[in-house]
């Protein structure tokens, strides 16, 4: 029979925020996160700053969130942390307290990836339309990761069953986001920044390149599609680029990755013969996504599962959540388990 759904303490540093929460049984009694904006300023994570940012506010978050929870350390059942892939420096800071407070309180460790929080996530209560409360009900399904530092098509056959199906051969989404955010002037992170004008955008004036689209495989590519935001801008004058022209690019960008991303989710969800789509990472906060997404799965008769925005960015619920599954499989991680900058899904 499985174990009941233990309480598990996650920390997340894997690249700028800092977080922690706590999950007991289906509650997840506190997710606490620290966002850095000191990197506004560079107009991208500097690791350096970013991991004594993490020393300065992870003890702070850890009581906060055990306060939030009326957690004791001692209640704990396990201890967990991101163990990569992302920036070293950042990723040695929460797994070195998370192994601190397993070997004091005398609880197993547990090194989760990264991509397999955000992967999972949708799964994740509470809000879940299909929650899970065992790893036996990870539904297959094929997922679509897209975050700052990945874009991962996945077919997911149960839990810790990934075969991957394609990724990006240049920037990540969000990279692309970020990148294209710069280029215009607009702030950090990029996404929301383009979101945010694209709203009041023409998508249909610019007609940018929706590479790989139909390359055979599963694979993305965005760095022409920044290269030609590049191009068409420098077509104007400093005193042509008004809010309506960036308003116009930023819709125009956004529509070309969303086509391409949802496009080719659905094929592979047909190829595969999933039912179910799952849209995890930084990138599906995107609503112009989410919409598309759902409107191309009801068109083909398929469920989509998404977590709610605060889980969609980066979070400790979802590494908590990662961690109570595979806890109750049986998983523990040895404290001398190093961090990985370059952990692979699968
Ligand atoms: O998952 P995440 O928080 O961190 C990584 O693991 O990388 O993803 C961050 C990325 C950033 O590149 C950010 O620009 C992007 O997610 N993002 C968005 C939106 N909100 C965040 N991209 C497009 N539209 C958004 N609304
Ligand atoms: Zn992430």
Redesign the pocket.
Known sequence: MMKPMPTILAIET??D?TAVAILRGNDLLASEVASQAEHEAYGGVVPEVASRNHLLHAPRLLEEALGKAGVALKEVDGFAATSGPGLASSLMIGASMAKGLALGAGRPYLAIN?LEG?LLSPFLWPGSAIPATTSAEIKPNVALIV????TLLVEVRGLSDYHILGRTVDDAA??A??KVAKLLGLGY????E??KRAATGNGARFDFPRSMLDSGDYNFSFSGLKTAVRYRLAEFQKDQATPELVSDMCASFQRAVVEVLVKKTLRAATEYGASLVTLS???S???A?RNEMAERCREGGLRLLTAPPRL???NAAMIAFAAALKFQSGFHSAVTEEIDPNLALA
């Open positions: 894997s690249c925020e990264h955000h975050s700052g530092g990945h969000g990279e986001f970020d992170p990029g996404g929301p383009i979101e990472g930084g990138v906060c995107s609503e996504l969609c960015t980066d």
